[in-house]
């Protein structure tokens, strides 16, 4: 929603890199980059990791047919976003819902797939603020791009298990015993370039 006021987000962006901190940018919603894509497109070249979901990611791809589909976006959509926002910004990471989540970091490394847990879904709200904490912890704690993606699924499952956005004591109990217990790397979770 920063991007309301492009020449506040920018001023502050600029700030963060001035101070040797890293800038990233969740799209928050297919809506505001339908709304703000060129506001959107030019203050990419100030972030370092950019978060979105796969509806939000088909409208920056001009790919609407896909928005809400409940099957989820087609692979070829989801590499053309990851091949567009890489161009931009240095780690790309696209929550899929129960699919889990494909992140990117730039240059020459392979698109990683990471599968979401299965759990009983009571409610979707927060699940992407929890997701985009769990993997920024991880990155900022020098995990693998995988390992940041794992952690990011965890968290979203977490919440989702929940009503609101409140995690309650025993879930933050089982989170901290957790972390950051989570597996290497595996080849198959491996995408390319080749199919964009």
């Not at 920063?2 to 101070?19: D, I, K």
Request: aromatic residues 8%; glycine residues 8%; proline residues 4%.
């Amino acid at each position: 929603y920063a991007l309301f006021r492009p020449a506040v987000a920018r001023a502050a962006a600029m700030a963060a890199r001035e101070a040797g901190a890293l800038v990233s940018l969740d799209l928050a919603s297919f809506e505001l980059v339908r709304m703000l894509r060129d506001t959107l497109l030019d203050f990419l070249d100030l972030v370092d990791l950019v978060f979105c979901n796969e509806d939000e990611a088909a409208t920056l791809m001009q790919e609407e047919e896909f928005i809400g589909s409940g099957s989820g976006c087609p692979d070829h959509v989801i590499l053309k976003a990851v091949s567009f926002l890489s161009q931009r910004c240095k780690v790309v990471t696209i929550s899929r819902g129960k699919w889990g989540c494909v992140t990117y970091e730039a240059p020459g490394s392979d698109i990683v797939k990471v599968p979401a847990g299965e759990v009983s879904v009571v409610d979707t709200t927060g699940a992407g603020d929890l997701f985009t904490s769990g993997f920024l912890s991880a990155y900022l704690e020098g995990e693998s791009i995988e390992s940041c993606g794992q952690r990011g699924c965890y968290m979203g499952s977490k919440v989702v298990q929940h009503l609101g956005a409140e995690l309650p004591k025993s879930s933050w109990d089982e989170i901290h015993s957790m972390l950051p217990l989570f597996s290497t790397p595996q080849e198959d979770n491996l995408m390319s370039f080749n199919n964009v």
